[in-house]
């Protein structure tokens, strides 16, 4: 069973920066695609980012040039740097893991089979 911890959320102002961080333990994948979704109150859950096993990232286009994604394959994390961020990011961000593949570039929310529990973030103008 894997299991997914998100931390590093919080609030902050427009235009500041936030790292989140998603710790991974448990039964792992041989090739792993992680992501990052967002969910904000009264919308649909939304990729965010992906990077692949082989390190090929992804990201929405409402975050390209301001977003990060890396990971961490000795530690197991997941990381989103989030810089200039704007209120429109506020959201419950949620790291997610599948098999590594093709369909990590989709940002798919079904494709992915093990989530967190998310770690608020609140951006304020």
């Known amino acids: 069973q894997v299991q997914l911890v998100e931390s590093g959320g919080g609030s902050v102002q427009a235009g500041g920066s936030l790292r989140l961080s998603c710790a991974a333990s448990?039964?792992?994948?041989?090739?792993?695609?992680m992501g990052w979704f967002r969910q904000a109150p009264g919308k649909k859950r939304e990729g965010v980012a992906s990077?692949?096993?082989?390190?090929?990232?992804t990201y929405a286009d409402s975050v390209k040039g301001r977003f990060t994604v890396s990971k961490d394959n000795a530690e197991n994390t997941l990381y989103l740097q989030m810089n200039t961020l704007k209120p429109e990011d506020t959201a419950m961000y949620y790291c997610?893991?599948?098999?590594?593949?093709?369909?990590?570039?989709?940002?798919?929310?079904?494709?992915?089979?093990?989530w967190g529990q998310g770690t608020q973030v609140t951006v304020s103008s």
């Open positions: 997610a893991q599948t098999y590594g593949g093709f369909w990590c570039a989709l940002l798919r929310e079904y494709e992915y089979n093990d």
């Open positions: 990077i692949n096993y082989d390190g090929t990232t």
């Open positions: 448990g039964a792992t994948y041989s090739s792993t695609c």
